[in-house]
């Protein structure tokens, strides 16, 4: 996980190749509207060995200019990215015909991939306008970004993205979505100066349930 640099290349490098193995089940399946959520694997796990370089900088283990380009790519995915990619991967996928969710949930999936848009706004202006810093605290990092609003952008954020899944529909979704909500209460109680990457790293593994969601032949269905 986000303990150190081995550690992070070790759960990257799992994770990722869950991932490609996710994309692979998705296209055999026949299901194209699987391949962005199949996808979130793969960009979790990449973004883990993001951060096993970010570990090397703060170690003084990788030169300025590279530590610092691993610190805001990493901060690019976990802010702007995610808040738009989860729900729109969430709504393409409820657009596969058989799917449980409905109409009225399409329309909120909509509703949320907006709201991860707005959200994503002033994130990406953040990352492009101010360095990323990342200070070690014991074996967790502190990242640093001067966001505005940070309360109500992770209100957002945390909507958008968990809502998404919790909303969609599927009984495997809404697991994923339920072991993400908990796991951001865990993480901001216990690593409170560590919260983005610790459940940045939660998340990738809870995201290995997609495996089974990929390539599953047919919808189950959740609660109505």
Known sequence: MCWSAQADALAGGLVAGVGMACLARARRSGRPQRLPLAALPLVLGVHQLIEALVWLGADDGLADGPASAARTAWAAIALPLLPVLVPAAVWCAATEPGDPAGPARRRVLAALVLL??????????????HPVTATPHGHTLDYAIGLPHPALLLTGYLLATVGSLLISGDRLLCRLGLLTGAGAVACALLWRFAFVSTWCA???????LLLRWAGRPRVARSMP
């Open 202 to 208: 939660l998340a990738a593994l809870v995201s290995l």
């Open 116 to 129: 991860g848009a707005a959200v994503a706004i002033p994130l990406t202006a953040a990352v492009a306008g």
